[in-house]
């Protein structure tokens, strides 16, 4: 299984997917501000004195609300990912336990060979 199949690890994505939904949700000005700088800071100069325009602080809005969401979705289908895979873990040992018994039974087989 790859690195992304971890569930511990899609529920730290999830979580800072969902975490920074919600600093998008409660702050959309600062964090249109904060991207422009990260964005275009490496090649302009002064980026601290662009001011966002009102759509562009209400798209960061609304995509914050998305984020939230599918952060918070992503984290509780890992969650039972994570649920599940340890079940079928357990279930797999048991198994694995059951048919060991067996394995270990070398007593004599009778085979009825007049049929």
């Known amino acids: 299984m790859g690195m992304l199949g971890?569930?511990?690890l899609r529920k730290a994505?999830?979580?800072a997917t969902a975490a920074q939904g919600l600093l998008?949700?409660?702050f959309p000005k600062r964090m249109a501000k904060l991207?422009?700088?990260l964005l275009l800071g490496m090649s302009y100069e002064n980026t601290r004195e662009l001011e966002p325009r009102d759509w562009y602080v209400d798209s960061t809005r609304a995509s914050g609300l998305g984020m939230l969401v599918g952060g918070l979705f992503g984290y509780i289908l890992a969650d039972r990912a994570?649920?599940?895979?340890a079940a079928a873990a357990?279930?797999?040992?048991?198994?694995?336990?059951a048919?060991?018994?067996d394995e270990d039974d070398?007593?004599?087989?009778?085979?009825?060979?007049?049929?």
């Open 82 to 85: 994570g649920d599940s895979a």
């Open 24 to 26: 998008s949700l409660l």
């Open 35 to 37: 991207g422009s700088r």
């Open 6 to 8: 971890s569930p511990k």
């Open 90 to 97: 357990v279930e797999e040992a048991e198994e694995e336990e």
């Open 106 to 115: 070398d007593g004599p087989v009778m085979v009825d060979i007049d049929e």
């Open 99 to 101: 048919d060991g018994d």
């Open 13 to 15: 994505i999830a979580a």
